[in-house]
């Protein structure tokens, strides 16, 4: 059958791995930030991968150039969704555990929608009232089930984190950036890392704890594979698939991340953990595929 030719399962298989990988960090990188701080982590895991991702990139085009048009939006992609997104995630995931990060932060479709039309690129319509109340409703779920007064600080720095990734996707969209998409995000992850830097000496130099080889290994899966993988992989798959297949497929990063916490790490999950999952994984549902759009304007 032609549905078994090599050619044709290449494109599932990077899809299935990427997902694996996505929803791998979550709790892979709590174990790796309660010894490395996440300034410091981001700077250790960030500059290997930003030369990776030119290696790839010159390989590919030969040339990591930019026209100077895009720096504009270059600049705002790599401050929202490297300098903000990557290290308010690693502190939620610290504050809340991997699991629910994963659900809070991937409100991020719905919020792109947001800002996309309070900037004037989309209009709102049936379908993404119905998501942003399926997101808010999964919100609120998961603000109880953690004890919102409790536990602040670590709520509002992962909705953050969700929110500043969606800003960063809504400049992706519409920046009107057209090079390579390694290009980009290898001069993505090197803008971005920049302001980390002075944070990761000032704050974190006498506060890391031992490192071990297990350590070390968290730290090559986010070079390789978290990094340098996730961004020609996605890439290669939004090559086969349309966006709205690669998008609703992203939904198993939250399902995974949560489900390797309560089976793999003994983390107590509650039926509030379980329904803000659900509300929030068809909120991503609905705002990729906009299904009430046709009978509704």
């Not at 809340?96 to 989309?122: D, H, K, N, Q, S």
């Not at 998409?181 to 971005?192: K, N, T």
């Not at 995974?256 to 991503?284: G, Q």
Request: charged residues 10%.
């Amino acid at each position: 059958m032609q549905f078994f030719r090599s050619k044709d399962l290449l494109p599932i298989f990077l899809l299935i791995l990427l997902i694996l990988v996505w929803s791998s960090v979550w709790p892979l990188f709590k174990f790796a930030t309660e010894s490395i701080p996440p300034f410091s982590f981001r700077v250790i895991i960030g500059l290997p991968a930003c030369l990776l991702l030119f290696f790839l990139a010159f390989n590919k085009c030969k040339t990591v150039k930019i026209p100077q048009k895009n720096w504009k939006s270059l600049f705002l992609i790599s401050f929202f969704n490297v300098t903000l997104w990557q290290v308010l995630m690693l502190y939620g995931i610290g504050m809340l555990g991997g699991g629910r990060a994963a659900v809070l932060t991937y409100t991020m479709p719905v919020w792109a929608t947001i800002f996309a039309y309070c900037f004037g690129y989309e209009k709102i319509n049936f379908s993404i009232i119905i998501a942003l109340l399926l997101g808010v409703l999964g919100i609120l779920s998961l603000s109880i089930e953690i004890n919102i007064f409790d536990n602040f600080l670590g709520f509002f720095i992962t909705l953050a984190a969700g929110l500043s990734w969606g800003i960063g996707t809504m400049f992706v969209k519409y920046g009107g950036i057209k090079s390579d998409g390694l290009i980009v995000a290898g001069w993505q992850q090197f803008i971005g890392i920049l302001p980390i830097i002075p944070f990761a000496i000032y704050f974190d130099i006498n506060n890391f704890s031992p490192i071990n080889f297990n350590h070390i290994l968290v730290i090559l899966f986010g070079i390789f594979l978290s990094s340098g993988y996730t961004y020609w992989a996605y890439f290669t798959v939004l090559q086969k698939f349309s966006v709205n297949v690669t998008s609703i497929s992203v939904m198993a990063v939250p399902v995974l991340a949560i489900l390797i916490d309560y089976f793999f790490l003994d983390v107590e999950l509650s039926m509030l953990d379980f329904l803000a999952l659900f509300l929030i994984v068809t909120s991503i549902f609905v705002a990729a595929t906009k299904p009430f759009n046709k009978n509704y304007g």
